[in-house]
């Protein structure tokens, strides 16, 4: 069981570059999300979707997009990089009705934006 | 607005003493409380979780108190040790909105001092 995996790990971008941050899970959760870190501000909700085919708006979403390509897999898309993106990713999954909604978290993607 | 606020970004202990961790949060629809830890270049992973109907809950080293009408739960550690240094960040969700999100706090640095 690998649990969460995420692809890269290390990312350097130009401003204005396009790139894709993938996710998977191999629990069977319904529940992903995409998060991002940065100093000072804690872990902030970029997007999530409570099942296939369904997603909705975080806290943070202006300048991405996400794709629930199937129940395994949730990608987050940065059409055109900004300084302002540079921060570390973390893709996480649940399974609700699990009232604590204890998520599970990957490795973390840490992308840099110049 | 910071809905769950950590106000310590960091705090240091002596091993073998008390750790104690802080969390206030301002919406009273937040029902559940979860605290997650973090090492460098790795992603959170769950540490302990409380309910609004109790007030306490224990697991080995780790006790979580919660003060519903403070608004305020903690995190204590004891006795510490040197593997507990990482940043720690307190989460809320309300099952009024069916716990599909997480609000985090901005996160504790502990360092346990051998």
């Known amino acids: 069981n690998a649990g969460v995996t995420q692809t890269p790990k290390f990312q350097v971008l130009k401003t204005g570059q396009s790139m894709t941050l993938q996710c998977a899970q191999d629990?069977?959760?319904?529940?992903m999300y995409w998060y991002r870190q940065d100093p000072g501000m804690g872990l902030r909700l970029i997007y999530y979707?409570?099942?296939?085919?369904?997603?909705d708006k975080g806290e943070v979403p202006n300048g991405y997009n996400v794709s629930r390509l199937n129940k395994r897999e949730f990608s987050l898309r940065l059409e055109s990089a900004a300084p302002s993106q540079t921060s570390v990713y973390f893709c996480a999954s649940s399974e609700p009705p699990d009232l604590y909604n204890e998520q599970f978290f990957g490795p973390g993607t840490r992308l840099t934006v110049l | 607005d910071q809905q769950v606020k950590q106000n310590s970004p960091s705090l240091s202990v002596q091993e073998g003493r008390i750790s104690i961790l802080n969390c206030d949060y301002t919406?009273?629809?937040?029902?559940?409380f979860l605290w997650y830890k973090k090492y460098p270049a790795e992603g959170p992973t769950f540490l302990i979780s409380i309910s609004s109907i109790k007030d306490k809950n224990e697991d080995g080293r780790f006790t979580v108190f919660l003060n519903k009408s403070a608004k305020h739960l903690s995190l204590h550690i004891v006795p510490s040790q040197p593997g507990d240094s990482a940043v720690y960040f307190c989460a809320a969700s309300s099952s009024n909105f069916g716990n599909e999100k997480l609000t985090f706090g901005t996160g504790t640095r502990l360092t346990i001092i051998p």
């Open positions: 919406n009273s629809m937040f029902d559940y």
């Open positions: 629990m069977n959760h319904n529940s």
């Open positions: 979707s409570a099942s296939e085919g369904t997603t």
